[in-house]
């Protein structure tokens, strides 16, 4: 198991002034400190910055950051991709400071944005000098229990590809990331899923992989945040439900990692999954196993009020 964690996800939509409603007062999210190209940011915890979107036309994921827990460690994994054929580059100085990190190498991905290891993600100090800032130490309002992030990392993230195989690749002999168990199900007559967790710390699955028949209009299906207090998942419930927003999935329970969650549907398009509770790995692994349902109940289409 690799000494990684989520740092940050990096998504372009055209409008990102669209989403701050929605990462602000439905997820809960406190803003943070636009980059020095004015995109707006968001954070689960004293990160600077978890949540990054850009202004462009993809409409997708750009950047996945996985930050190394040492110097050690972000050699070890710039050598282990280099290794495996995934040939990083070093990020320069202007990359470094728009991701607020110390160091960066990137790659291409398979599923067609980019993976950043980083080194040293900013955090804010305690007591922030800027009273619109609120204490990023403290839980939000629309949060109180706060998120459960520490090492690691402020959640999850989910890309439905073609490439498949070398995305699988990409992950355990190039990130050093190892699966967690594996989900194949009919998803409707003539439709399989199949989606692979993976695992580089205590969290369940920081990444998760699914091979898409064709090609998608998106590669970023969700992200995902945990909170540290059930309750928190069913308020965040509440207020998208008031708001009106899909929510392709209600509340339920995972069969595989046992989070208790609901999934809503951004602005942009991808979703955004709210969940409590999953179930930790523990060292040696030996859960490595085919699950035939996604969820042990639950999780059904909603329709808010018109």
């Not at 929605?22 to 999210?29: A, N, P």
């Not at 991701?99 to 950043?116: K, N």
């Not at 990409?170 to 695992?199: C, K, N, Q, Y």
């Not at 899909?246 to 999954?273: I, K, T």
Request: proline share 8%; glycine share 10%; with cysteine.
């Amino acid at each position: 198991m690799s000494d990684l964690e989520l740092g940050y996800v990096v998504v372009e939509v055209d409008d990102p002034g669209s989403l701050g409603p929605f990462f602000t007062d439905i997820i809960g999210l406190v803003p943070g400190e636009p980059t020095a190209d004015g995109a707006p940011t968001w954070s689960d915890d004293d990160a600077a910055q978890r949540l990054v979107v850009e202004k462009g036309s993809r409409n997708d994921v750009v950047a996945l950051g996985f930050e190394a827990g040492d110097a050690a460690a972000f050699e070890a994994t710039r050598a282990r991709l280099a290794g495996a054929g995934f040939a990083p580059a070093s990020g320069d100085q202007a990359r470094c400071d728009s991701r607020r990190v110390a160091q960066l190498a990137t790659v291409a991905a398979p599923w067609g944005s980019s993976v950043e290891v980083v080194l040293g993600l900013e955090r804010r100090p305690v007591l922030s000098a800027n009273p619109l800032i609120p204490n990023p130490l403290m839980p939000g309002p629309l949060m109180p229990g706060g998120f459960l992030t520490g090492d690691q990392g402020f959640g999850h993230a989910v890309i439905a590809t073609t490439a498949f195989d070398e995305s699988v690749r990409l992950a355990t002999e190039g990130l050093g990331m190892v699966r967690s168990d594996w989900l194949e199900m009919e998803l409707a007559p003539g439709i399989d899923l199949e989606v692979h967790f993976f695992h580089c710390n205590a969290r369940h699955h920081t990444l998760a992989l699914a091979r898409a028949p064709f090609e998608m209009p998106q590669a970023l299906h969700h992200i995902m945040f945990e909170t540290n207090e059930r309750d928190d998942v069913g308020r965040a419930f509440d207020r998208a439900f008031a708001a009106g927003l899909p929510l392709p999935n209600g509340l339920g329970l995972h069969d595989n990692d046992r989070m208790f969650s609901f999934y809503v549907a951004s602005p942009a398009g991808f979703q955004v999954e709210v969940g409590h509770g999953a179930r930790q790995i523990s060292e040696p692994w030996s859960d490595d196993r085919r699950y035939d349902r996604i969820s042990a109940w639950g999780h059904q289409p909603v329709t808010p009020p018109s």
